[in-house]
Structures are given as C-alpha cells and as structure tokens.
C-alpha cells in the first residue's frame, strides 16, 4: 500500500493517541499544515510559536503525546525554549519543523531564514530532544519516523523531526506496525535491589513514599497508588508532582518542598527513617530553594535513570520493574495515623476578612479551594502563581500543571489551549502574575479563536515580585496594562478587577457561569505582598543566615590573636 512521508507521519501521530497539533504557518510547513487539515487531526494555530510549544507541552503531559508544528529558522527556534522545558520536565512532545526543499539547498545557499548552515537548526535541536531526524531519504523515512516516535514515548521525552517541503508529497511503501522493543532489567540485580529495599522498609520505624513526576509520565500512578494502599506508608510529592496523587487521600501528607513548604510535613518528611523516592527530580525549586535536609543514606532513590538503595547503586534495572517488585507481597502492611494531612476546607466562604478588607494572596487562594471542581484542570505560571499553590489543595480539581524545575515564564495561559484541547470536557484555571501574562496572555486570542473558555487569574502586583526578594531595580518594574479591556480588544471573553474581598466573591460567582468564553479575573495586590510559602522560605533562609554568623562569631572567638588556631 502506498502513502506519503507525510501521511505516514500523521498516521502514526493518531495511533500514537494524538488528536491535536499546535503551531503556527509558515512557507516551509505549509504543504504538511494543509495534509494536517485534510486528516481527522485538528490544526490548532496559535498567535505566536511559543505558545503553541506551551500548548504542545501540556497537552503531552495530559495525554502522554503532544505535538507543535512549525516552519524553519523564525519557527523551530522560537520553540527552543519550550523543546528545553519539555526535556527538563520529561513531556513527550514532538517537534515537527518544515525546512527548505532539498532542490532549494542545493540551488539556492542564502535562502530566507537560513542561519549559519542548513544543518544549524537540526542541530540546535540534537542538543534539546532525545531523538532528532531529517526526513531528507524516502526510503528510510517511515523506519526514522517510527524510531523518534518509539524514543518519545518510551523515554517521556521531546524530539524533532526535520520535514523538507518536497518530501511531505512523497510516496513511500507504507510499512507494516513496528515492533517496539524496550529495555529490559537484569533478572538478578532487579531481585537483589528488590529485597534489599523491601527489607529496608520493613526495618523502618517512619517510611514516607514520595510520589514523584515520573510516575505520571510512565504510566505508573495507579502502580504506586496501590502500593501506598496496600503498605499503610503515607506519601507526599514536591512541587513538580503536585496534583499526582489525590489530596484528600488519607495517606498524603501534603507537599514537600524544604522550608517553602509547611513546617509540620518538612519535619515529618526529613525526620524519616526510610525516604522511598520513586520517579522524583531532585531539582532546586523542589527542595525549597536547596534549603531541604535529605540524607541520601536514608533514601530508596528510584528514577528512569538510576536506582540507588541507601548508599548502593543498582544497575540495569527499570523504574517500573523495580515498582512493580515493591508493590509485590514483600512490604509489611502497617497504620499510620499521626502523620501531618493536606488541609481540607469545607467552608466555601473560609476567606478571612470582610468584603471591604483588601484582597491579598492568602486570602485569594484560601477562598479558591473551596471553588474547585472535579472538571478543572490548574495550571500555575512559575514565581508567587506557583509558590502559592503549594497551600493550595487541588483535590477538587482534575490536574495540577506547572513547570515547577524548568521554570519558564508564559507556561501558564497558552497551556490552557493545549489543557483543554487534552480533555475537552475540562475548564482550565490559570493562576499567573502580571509579568508572565504579558508575555504570552496574548493567546488569549487563541481561546477566543477556538471557543475554548479558561479561567485567567492575573497576580497583578506590578512587576516581577519574586525577583524583587532576590534583587530589586527598575528592571523588575513592567508597564501596566488595563486588563478589564483586553475583552474588547479581542472581541470576547468576559472580565473583572479584584481589589477586596467584596470583589473576589462577585467574580468567582460571575465566572462559575460559562459561556463558551476565557473570564478573566485581575487580581490587584500590594507590591509587597506575597504568599506564605515564601514568607517562610524567607525566614528559614534568614535563621540559617543568622546561624551561620553566630557560629562564624563563636569560631572567630576561639582564635588567637594573629588568627591561628590553637591545637
């Protein structure tokens, strides 16, 4: 049976799972764009590149496969920052980047949007994706667009493929279903590592399970959820794995995230005989800032590229092979009731204070758990939208996104396209600060195109707020926008200013209506006010400061003068 390289492409995509495409239209994409719109996927173009690498990225994590779409040179490198993010924070996205015909390259070297060579941007990518191709030879395209397809699922990781535009009309044999073949655990070292972990947590006076990120991209949640069942050991997650496991649970802990976290589970957590890691990214913003105290000697550490038992390292051995061998009996069931618990608010009307009190972040995010429901999907923008969300207990909503490692700008708003294009049953809400939203709010626009109808919370403090608390200056300060008329601008979607209490209760009850439009809510608060997750990490920061001086003092006290020491 005869195909195309791009039929084939789009073939495999669906099988894949995929039903969406992100991008935006350019000269050298266009052809494969056109095959796209002429197939059961659904072209979703979005204002800007950037976006449309956000949108991809989020509908992966949803769906376990995304895919942006875009021309050459002005298109593939606008998306090396979210291709980056995507390989940070393991979400399979595929990059697909239309590129010069090869009769072009060979008549024409100073074509537009070459850069240094025509290879230059295939490979910027190499260094970005776990698998990286140019469909440049017809006779081996089908096998190369099953190998990086087989790479990104198999690895949760993005890759890139490089679509000439004489090669999308080109006929190919079209091959038989692939065979996928995936690394496999030494029998006797998965045994070993098994026994000695489990001996390990039955030994353990205070196990804890740390329920971590890549549980969710390798299909491995209900695994995990059972073994946490099954055992009695509670569980928490950092902030990259918020939302992975259900908060009203009655083994979760809440999040763990060093001294940005609540005192009472960091206590809990680092106090542990037995840290059981599994699929964790032990990255800086998920121990708070570097200020969390784990002791590698205490922890099981399983991740996809590394297994290591206490202080013993395990070879060839699979994430999901060494899970399952836990979740076997083995594990001592136990109960364990006096551990700290998510705080559950049943009270819709908990926010403190009365309708003419100022609106702050704590009372704003106090006042939105209640607001959740089952059908919302939360998506958090990096800086005060994410550190104040950590409070926030999300169990009265579907998911919880944000790029809590990678931790780029602009993330939240254009991932609600992708969001909700993932689960299209499902209202996004979106929590982002004013500076962030400036740089991607505008696909906004998208939503309205689309009919898609998120919730834009906009943290309007007037500038870049966490970069205040490491260093201030005037580049920390943005030009106000009046957000109320963004609606008009764009011809839809609904909109409301925030300054009390008063105000958040009138938009909230406005918003829960939906019209088939994005509600936009602007937030205003107090430059200096922030969320009491970086009140404490502030504090912690400043005892350990303290600390440091009063044992620098003690030790320049014990020197003689001259400065040696005596001994």
């Known amino acids: 049976m005869k195909t195309t390289i791009g039929g084939y492409l789009i073939q495999r995509l669906q099988e894949h799972g995929v039903a969406h495409v992100f991008g935006v239209p350019g000269d050298f994409v266009l052809t494969f764009m056109h095959q796209i719109e002429d197939s059961p996927l659904r072209l979703i173009t979005t204002c800007d590149e950037q976006g449309a690498g956000f949108a991809a990225d989020a509908y992966a994590r949803l769906n376990g496969l995304g895919v942006v779409a875009v021309t050459y040179g002005v298109g593939g490198l606008k998306i090396a920052n979210t291709t980056g993010q995507a390989y940070a924070e393991k979400s399979p996205v595929v990059v697909i980047s239309g590129a010069p015909s090869m009769d072009e390259r060979r008549r024409h070297p100073l074509i537009h949007h070459k850069v240094r060579s025509y290879d230059t941007q295939f490979r910027v990518f190499q260094q970005l994706t776990a698998a990286a191709t140019v469909l440049d030879d017809a006779d081996s395209a089908a096998s190369e667009i099953d190998r990086v397809l087989a790479v990104a699922r198999h690895n949760s990781l993005p890759v890139y493929i490089e679509l000439p535009r004489d090669m999308v009309d080109c006929q190919i044999d079209r091959p038989a279903s692939p065979a996928v073949s995936a690394p496999e655990s030494d029998p006797q070292t998965l045994a070993a590592a098994v026994d000695e972990a489990v001996a390990w947590i039955n030994r353990a006076q205070r196990p804890v399970i740390v329920f971590g990120v890549e549980l969710h991209r390798f299909g491995l949640q209900d695994v995990v959820m059972r073994f946490i069942e099954e055992s009695g050991i509670p569980a928490t997650v950092t902030l990259l794995d918020k939302g992975a496991i259900p908060e009203r649970h009655d083994g979760f802990l809440g999040v763990y995230a060093g001294a940005l976290g609540r005192e ?51 070879e060839r051995v699979q994430l999901e092979d060494f ?7 083995g594990v001592l069931p136990r109960h364990v009731d006096d551990h700290p618990r998510a705080p559950i608010r049943e009270d819709a009307r908990v926010t403190a204070g009365t309708g003419d009190d100022p609106i702050t972040i704590a009372r704003l995010f106090d006042r939105l758990e209640p607001f959740l429901t089952d059908d919302m999907v939360v998506l958090a923008d990096p800086g005060d939208a994410l550190f104040a969300s950590i409070d926030l207990p999300v169990q009265g909503a579907r998911a919880f996104l944000a790029p809590a490692f990678y931790a780029s700008l602009g993330f939240a708003v254009p991932a609600a396209i992708g969001a909700q294009c993932a689960c299209p049953d499902s209202r996004p809400l979106v929590l982002v600060g004013d500076g962030s939203f400036q740089m991607t709010g505008v696909e906004l626009s998208t939503c309205a195109k689309y009919g898609l109808d998120p919730l834009v919370i906009v943290l309007n403090n007037g500038g870049y707020t966490t970069e205040r608390l490491i260093l201030d200056g005037g580049f920390n300060d943005i030009q106000p926008w009046d957000l109320s008329k963004l609606p008009a601008l764009l011809g839809a979607g609904r909109s409301h200013v925030v300054n009390t209490v008063g105000d958040l209760e009138t938009a909230l009850e406005a918003a829960s209506v939906r019209d088939g439009q994005f509600f936009l809510i602007e937030v205003r608060l107090d430059k200096s006010d922030v969320s009491p997750a970086l009140v404490r990490l502030g504090e912690r920061l400043q005892k350990a400061a303290t600390a440091g001086m009063e044992s620098t003092s003690v030790a320049s006290a014990a020197r003689p003068p001259g400065g040696r020491t005596t001994g």
Do not use: K, Q, W
């Open 264 to 314: 009472d589970v960091r206590e809990y957590v680092e106090g542990s005989d037995c840290l059981i890691m599994l699929g964790t990214l032990l990255t800086d913003m998920n121990l708070g800032s570097y200020t969390a105290r784990l002791d590698p000697a205490r922890c099981i550490n399983a991740t996809r590229d590394r297994l290591a038992v206490g202080l013993h390292i395990f």
């Open 323 to 329: 899970v399952a061998g836990l979740v076997a009996p």
